[in-house]
């Protein structure tokens, strides 16, 4: 099939994808800048006056510079890790983890809704793979005696899943990482400063409790910037410096994104005032969002990704229509991200929200049945 019929074939199914832009003026209850961090340094307040320098090579060649190694340093502090190492993106930190870590004979357990670059990732490594039921643990359990005892097992899970706002329940996870001894890659891409003890990511507090866990943090995110680090023992950081083509073949992370994301790292253990305003409008988002209309089924995790389920497609695009129109920027998720019947309103909340943001939504969705 040529690239025109693909295209249009794409449009027939109603998933043809156009590039849009966000408007500024509207109300953002879209983007990942959970914090306001992107706004915080579009007005000079965080990562100012950083000079510009390409890093000239990968890490292994003439790229590898001692910021990013300093970075590398506060990082693994930060998050309580032996090491960490950055990548430029987390698509890039997935792929570059996942490719490398299991072979021909080893298996891949994940859950259904892991992010596509972790599903890339596991493709290249031309291990098994077997999903479980998304965040299900028993099922998990079940997969796990399973295929116990063929190849090393590596579990692939996310901490908080973004597009349905639901959350790993990671002491569950710990005692089946201790009963059946597998590597547990987590994504904390969505988690990692705005979830968990001291905003660390859901997976910080126990990480020490686990065996051969490997996180995966991003700074496109919470952070409201770009890039992403593994945080592991030394043994993997010096695995993944050998082993990951993601990380060999390719330019190192501009110096100036690795000094960005040690200011994002000062800014955030220094200022939890944006972290303290996100969580008051998260418990005001739940303690509302029923009250308007008692038929509405949501996620109530008490992180900044909330889900409300609608039902059909078209309803929940109608809805998306209407609140833009209202002023809200808010995505309708819909099959085959979500399954068929359960499509939705993808609400992400940010530090720099208002109640009375939150208030026209739910006007708005008062008359759903
Ligand atoms: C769970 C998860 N992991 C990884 C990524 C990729 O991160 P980045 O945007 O830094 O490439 C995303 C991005 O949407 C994500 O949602």
């Known amino acids: ?30 983007s990942n800048d959970y914090l306001g961090y992107a706004r915080l340094m579009e007005v ?35 998050f309580n890790a032996e090491g960490a190492l950055l990548f430029s993106s987390g698509y890039q ?31 290249l490594s031309h291990a098994e793979r077997h999903s479980f039921r998304h965040n299900d643990l028993n099922d998990l359990e079940e997969k796990l005696k399973k295929h116990s005892g063929s190849g090393r097992i590596i579990v692939a899970v996310e901490s908080l899943y973004s597009m349905t706002g639901t959350v790993i329940d990671i002491d569950e996870l710990l005692v089946l990482n201790a009963k059946y001894d597998f590597t547990l890659v987590l994504d904390e891409a969505h988690a990692v400063g705005v979830s968990g003890r001291d905003y660390k ?49 390719t330019t190192a992370i501009p110096i100036n ?19 303290e305003e996100l969580d008051k409008l998260i418990k005001y988002y739940l303690s509302q ?12 995790n008490q992180g900044p990704v909330q889900f409300l389920t609608i039902g059909d497609a078209p309803t929940t695009i109608g809805l998306e ?26 609400i992400s909340l940010h530090a720099y929200n208002t109640s009375e943001e939150f208030d026209i939504l739910f006007k708005t969705l008062n008359n759903v049945s």
């Open 1 to 30: 099939m040529n690239y025109q019929d693909r295209l249009y074939q794409q449009k027939e199914k109603a998933l043809y994808r156009s590039l849009s832009l966000s408007d500024p003026s509207l109300v953002d209850l879209q």
């Open 257 to 275: 994104d690795a000094a960005t994301i040690s200011q994002l790292i000062d800014y955030h253990s220094n200022n939890h005032k944006p972290n």
């Open 321 to 346: 229509k209407n609140l833009l129109f209202k002023g809200l920027q808010v995505k309708a998720i819909r099959p085959p991200t979500v399954p068929a019947g359960h499509a939705g309103l993808r």
């Open 93 to 123: 930190a997935n792929l570059g983890v996942l490719s490398c870590i299991a072979h021909r004979g080893d298996v891949f357990i994940y859950d259904e809704y892991i992010h596509a670059s972790m599903h890339d990732g596991m493709r």
């Open 44 to 78: 000079g307040k965080i990562a100012a006056h950083l000079t510009i320098k390409g890093a000239t090579g990968s890490r292994l060649i003439s790229g590898n510079n001692t910021q990013h190694e300093t970075t590398e340093k506060l990082l693994s502090q930060y």
């Open 289 to 300: 969002v029923t009250s308007f209309n008692s038929n509405l089924t949501i996620t109530s």
């Open 201 to 249: 990511g859901v997976g910080y507090e126990k990480a020490h409790e686990f065996q051969n866990l490997i996180r995966i943090i991003t700074f496109g995110k919470a952070f409201g910037y770009a890039g992403a680090a593994v945080l592991a023992t030394e043994l993997i950081r010096e695995y993944l410096i050998n082993f990951s083509r993601p990380f060999i073949y």
